[in-house]
């Protein structure tokens, strides 16, 4: 059973940095795509970035409004990728999903709430 | 950058057909996927690759995609159909996943 774990998320303010874990298991890692999305309260999905596997170009390529800002990156060695949130806005207050697939997500985590506030 | 858009709601009777659109510029030129997400829940694929059914989901979900619609059908609707469904399209040019903002489904 494919399953993607998030961890990480709480209360930050603004300014504030965390990162988020997401450890992956019942699947080939290591040949994964990997993708962050965030829903804010009541809001749409939006996507964060994704990183691609390391047995392809193993980048990461960002959505706009977080270029700069966040920082997608993993360890195959723990089969686990990570999401970077450094200089955090109240907007950025989300349930941050992690997601599996290179052409479309065919798994997704239960998400991790970050709450931006002071 | 590319936009794609859903309406905020449908409704529909339990037994009768829903039909979920999600609008963008030549869509048709694109692969669209389709999420279902639950209260409190993740995403889950319902329809991938414009018109694919992913294992497990029942033969009730279709999907077309032509022009400048994407279409979702649900037929037979059931009362566990109600949730949120979300379109998702690669935009190649900006090289962004795209979501669309989402229908909210309610079975009456």
């Known amino acids: 059973e494919v399953r993607l774990v998030e961890s990480g998320g709480g209360l930050v303010q603004p300014g504030g940095s965390l990162r988020l874990s997401c450890a992956g298991s019942g699947f080939s890692f290591t040949y994964a795509w990997m993708s962050w999305v965030r829903q804010a309260p009541g809001k749409g999905l939006e996507w964060v970035g994704r990183?691609?596997?390391?047995?392809?170009?193993?980048?990461?390529d960002y959505a706009a409004p977080m270029r700069g800002r966040f920082t997608i990156s993993r360890d195959d060695s723990k089969s686990t990728a990570y999401l970077q949130l450094n200089n955090l806005d109240t907007e950025d207050t989300a349930v941050y999903f992690c997601?599996?697939?290179?052409?479309?997500?065919?798994?997704w985590g239960q998400g991790t709430l970050v709450t931006v506030s002071s | 950058s590319y936009v794609l858009t859903q309406p905020p709601s449908v409704s529909v009777a339990p037994g009768k057909t829903a039909r979920l659109t999600c609008g963008g510029n030549n869509i048709g030129d694109k692969t669209v996927h389709w999420y279902q997400q639950k209260p409190g829940l993740a995403p889950v694929v319902v329809i991938c690759y414009n018109s694919d059914r992913p294992s497990g989901i029942p033969e009730r979900f279709s999907g077309f995609n032509s022009g400048n619609t994407a279409t979702l059908i649900i037929s037979r609707v059931e009362a566990g159909d109600e949730a949120d469904y979300h379109c998702q399209v690669w935009d190649s040019s900006s090289e962004h996943w795209v979501f669309g903002g989402g229908t909210k489904l309610t079975v009456l």
């Open positions: 997601t599996k697939g290179a052409n479309y997500f065919d798994h």
């Open positions: 990183i691609q596997s390391n047995t392809d170009a193993g980048t990461a």
